[in-house]
């Protein structure tokens, strides 16, 4: 998670670095330490310091660390070229490092060869098989090639040993939902609320997997954790206000009103959805009312 | 206690002075020897899976009431079930440190290095203080203290009428010995391995049994009185709208 300090700091460098202000290193630092794809930005900036061997040799051992980061930037970037070149000077400063061999996995990877890079990924696991890059990869390599179910298979794999890795489980509960296996998302959903149950994000994603799955007892739990997200939110997620006041709708379709609190808290989604449209886009104002008298939300 | 003891400069110029650099210098050719001999250590599957069941566990019980009943008696029951349950050890098994460590060459191996690098030196340069600077006043400390001091600072001289604020060489030693490592972690960078306070500590506390944490961790989670707290959740998400829409 990136913090909000860390957050404007960020912002600050790169605004900085763009208007040529220096702080270059500075700026690709941060970007390591928090883990964020700037392949775009990384790339350019970096690839200009290794270019100068003078602000190169400036760095002192940190120089290699340069090296890797822009070589994996740029094999994002398709500069598969630059990045081999990269890859070489590692090579031949660090032979036979296991981390250099990740890069050159990777940058068969990255070329598309997919069966080599397996090769390659599998051969480096049996030297040390708690890289949890390396166990990633191979889950990313599949999901490359359309492979959803051999993604979850690997990433089963990951997670029967990294249980505690939460982005795991959310890359796990997002293919399970893009295959529609909802039962398998939702079981996800709850390990990543396990984790972090203050995120909004995941009450809303376990909500909308549970109001798909239907049935009274789930849809009771999808209003609940719309409900949460609400809470969590200030009641500014559109998408929470929208599910909260449509599973009640399906809960209380073909009964008669006789639950005062659900439909309390329905007619108030409602009117805060009103509000925010109104605020935000008046054209359509109109398009949300209809919406809502289909649900028959608004009375 | 009359008179002031005059101390030659001379024992500053060669007891004084080279007690301390000789340490210094010590405590750096340790640093490099132990880099030398020490192998990275490759963690067992068993034990890095352990850590995460127990990372797990310890989140559902903390966040137990988000979720709903029903899913999670089905985690509990994942993870304390009697048969195969992740955190349930078999009584059998439960290995107590001792006997692993001696089924494990690779780990008396490493113990011994880490003994090596830390009893040797240290015998040594003691043994050589002890022969050489016996006896010796080496230092005078510029403030008065208590007869409290006496035994730590004035190691080795058995007079009780010599001043507190006097320091013997072999106490100077052991000055040196735990106040060099400042010094240390400004030369030889942050982490250096020639920290001695904290490998003592470490000693002791040795034999630590993640069986254990893994049973403990079971007993807490069968307690868990299970409460789901998203009915609250709606209240609020009420009252948080109300004041959104009236505002």
């Known amino acids: 998670m990136v913090s909000k300090t860390e957050d404007e700091q960020l912002i600050r460098l790169e605004n900085q670095v763009e208007n040529g202000g220096g702080g270059t290193w500075e700026y690709l630092s941060l970007v390591r330490k928090l883990k964020l794809r700037r392949s775009d930005k990384v790339f350019k900036y970096g690839s200009a310091i290794l270019a100068d061997p003078k602000k190169r040799s400036a760095l002192g051992p940190e120089e290699w660390t340069l090296y890797e980061q822009v070589a994996i930037a740029a094999m994002d970037c398709q500069h598969l070229d630059l990045a081999k070149g990269y890859i070489k000077v590692l090579q031949g400063k660090f032979r036979e490092s296991k981390r250099v061999g990740r890069l050159e996995a990777m940058l068969l990877e990255a070329k598309g060869l997919w069966s080599e890079a397996e090769k390659a990924y599998s051969s480096l696991l049996e030297d040390n098989q708690f890289d949890q890059v390396i166990h990633k990869r191979r889950v990313a390599m599949a999901k490359a090639q359309g492979n959803l179910a051999g993604a979850i298979e690997w990433l089963n794999k990951y997670l029967e040993t990294f249980m505690a890795d939460h982005d795991a489980w959310r890359e796990l509960a997002e293919i399970y939902v893009s295959l529609q296996m909802y039962k398998q998302a939702a079981f996800c959903y709850e390990e990543l609320l396990l984790t972090q149950p203050t995120i909004p994000l995941y009450h809303l994603a376990y909500a909308d997997v549970l109001y798909t799955l239907g049935g009274l007892e789930n849809l009771h739990a999808a209003k609940k954790y719309y409900a949460a997200t609400i809470d969590l939110t200030g009641g500014k997620n559109t998408r929470a206000l929208f599910g909260c006041g449509s599973a009640i709708a399906q809960l209380t379709r073909g009964r008669n009103r006789d639950d005062k609190d659900n439909s309390e808290l329905q007619s108030l989604s409602a009117a805060a959805l009103e509000k925010a449209y109104k605020q935000q886009s008046p054209t359509k104002v109109s398009a949300l009312s209809s919406a809502l008298r289909s649900l028959k939300v608004s009375s | ?247």
């Open chain 2, 1 to 247: 206690m009359a008179e002031d003891l005059v101390l030659d400069t001379a024992i500053r110029d060669w007891v004084l002075i080279p007690l301390s650099v000789v340490m210094v210098l010590i405590g750096v050719l340790r640093y490099f020897v132990s880099k030398l001999m020490r192998s990275d250590q490759v963690p067992d599957l068993k034990i890095v899976k352990e850590g995460q069941v127990i990372i797990r566990a310890r989140n559902l019980r903390a966040a137990a009431n988000f979720i709903p009943a029903k899913s999670f008696r089905a985690r509990r029951h994942y993870y304390s079930n009697e048969e195969n349950g992740l955190l349930h050890v078999p009584k059998g098994q439960a290995q107590n440190p001792q006997a692993q460590m001696f089924s494990d060459p690779n780990m008396a191996m490493d113990m011994m290095k880490k003994n090596l690098s830390m009893i040797i030196p240290q015998t040594l340069t003691f043994a050589w203080v002890n022969f050489f600077f016996s006896g010796f006043v080496a230092a005078k400390i510029p403030f008065p203290l208590t007869q409290r001091f006496r035994a730590m600072l004035q190691n080795g001289i058995d007079l009780s009428t010599v001043d507190v604020s006097y320091v013997s060489s072999r106490s100077w030693y052991f000055l040196n010995l735990f106040g060099l490592r400042g010094l240390f972690s400004l030369i030889l960078g942050e982490d250096n391995a020639t920290d001695d306070t904290q490998r003592m500590m470490q000693m002791g506390g040795f034999g630590f049994d993640p069986t254990r944490s893994l049973g403990a961790e079971k007993d807490n989670l069968d307690i868990v009185q299970h409460e789901w707290a998203l009915p609250k959740f709606e209240q609020r998400a009420e009252s948080v709208l109300k004041k959104l829409v009236q505002k």
